[in-house]
Every structure is written in C-alpha cells, then in structure tokens.
Antibody, heavy 118, light 109 residues
Framework: EVQLVESGGGLVQRGGSVRLSCAGA????????MSWVRQAPGKGLEWVAY????????HYVESLKARFTISRDNANNSLFLEMSSLRAEDTAVYYC???????????WGLGTTVTVSS | QSVLTQPPSASGTPGQRVIISCTGT????????VHWFQHLPRTAPKLLVYDNYKRPSGVTDRLSASKSGTSASLAIGGLQSEDEADYYCASWDDNLNAWVFGGGTKLTV
C-alpha cells in the first residue's frame, strides 16, 4: 500500500525550530518529486515547498523560503522540513505529498500538527 | 486570501447535483491544469480530479469536472451523505512559481 506518514510535530515556542519527517512506503520514493503542504486552523491548504527526486533542486513559496528548508534521504525513503524562527502563523497541520507527473499531487499523508506558542 | 476563488459553502439534498466553481487567472488556471481534492477532518486529502477532468482509479463516476479559460468546476451528482466534506481546487501558478489552492468549499448534504 502506498502511504506517507508524517511525524515530528508538537508544541514549539515562538522563535524556535522544529524538524518534520515523512516516511514513504509502498512506492519507489526516489522516483518522485515530493512536497509539503500546510493547513492552518480554519484555513485552506497552502503549498510550502517541493524537492526534486534526487534532491538537486528545491523550491519554496516566497514567503517561507528564508525560514524553511526541505530535504530528503532517498536511502531511507524520507522527506524532511526544517522550520526555524517559528511564528504563531506557522501553526498548522503539515502534509507530506507525493507529486506524480501523470496525476499531480496524488498521495497525501495524514499530516502532523505544529503548534507555535506565543 | 487564496489565489484561486471558491465559494465557501455549497449544499444539496440526497440525490441532487451540486456544482462547485473555482476561478483563477491567466497565470494559473489559464495556463495549467486544474486538480480537485476532497478533505474530511483528520484524514489525508484525496485526489478526485487531475488534468482538469480526469478521475483517478477508484473515484466515483458521480463526479465530473471541467475547465474553461480561467475557471473550472466540479460537479457531484446523486449526492450522498458521505460526500459531505471540504473540496479544494489547485493549479500551478507560473507567476508565483507555486502550487496555488482555492480557499475550499464546504459541502453539506
């Protein structure tokens, strides 16, 4: 079964940092571009970043590129998101998402919740 | 404020057909394909439509979608209670170099 499982969320102080992880299973992880998408409480979905299959290229939503870093470890089928200088508005559920050239953003994880306390 | 515009809510009775609209611009929907997702609380968002109108295997044929110019729509026929969910449209934006989403439409059956 194709699945993505996120972890690493929790309560973080404002100004602090956190590293989210995503474990992929049931598919050739290294063959897919991967993304992070977030959803703040009561808000819609917001794309955060993507990373190419081999990690050679990354791309971020402009407003977050200075504070967030996406990376991957294909040997361990893992995707990461390092978030720093966290703000209250970063409070959200963070989803790990697979991108397929045939189907787009086709597989999503259940998400991990980051709460930034003020 | 979301880049793509959706109505915040939609409703229908069982068996009815409902249409959810998604409006963008020339840099997103006008230039790229539209995707639709269904999201239930505490679940993973589910891809319903890709490439404007195509349904992945396993997605009900009660759903249909289309795109015209800078707008798109998702139609759900034969409404069922399990269709109650939030629905999001998405497209790549060439100006922002980012995936952009609609604000979501909460469907009540």
């Amino acid at each position: 079964e194709v699945q993505l499982v996120e972890s690493g969320g929790g309560l973080v102080q404002r100004g602090g940092s956190v590293r989210l992880s995503c474990a992929g299973a049931g598919f050739a992880f290294s063959s897919y571009r991967m993304s992070w998408v977030r959803q703040a409480p009561g808000k819609g979905l917001e794309w955060v970043a993507y990373i190419e299959q081999d990690g050679s290229e990354t791309h971020y939503v402009e407003s977050l590129k200075a504070r967030f870093t996406i990376s991957r470890d294909n040997a361990n089928n893992s995707l990461f998101l390092e978030m720093s200088s966290l703000r209250a508005e970063d409070t959200a559920v963070y989803y790990c998402v697979r991108f397929s050239w045939n189907y787009g953003l086709d597989v999503w994880g259940l998400g991990t919740t980051v709460t930034v306390s003020s | 404020q979301s880049v793509l515009t959706q109505p915040p809510s939609a409703s229908g009775t069982p068996g009815q057909r409902v249409i959810i609209s998604c409006t963008g611009t020339s840099s997103n929907i006008g230039s790229n394909t539209v995707h639709w997702f269904q999201h239930l609380p505490r679940t993973a968002p589910k891809l319903l439509v890709y490439d404007n109108y195509k349904r992945p295997s396993g997605v009900t044929d009660r759903l249909s979608a289309s795109k015209s110019g800078t707008s798109a729509s998702l139609a759900i026929g034969g409404l069922q209670s399990e269709d109650e969910a939030d629905y999001y449209c998405a497209s790549w934006d060439d100006n922002l170099n980012a995936w952009v989403f609609g604000g979501g439409t909460k469907l009540t059956v």
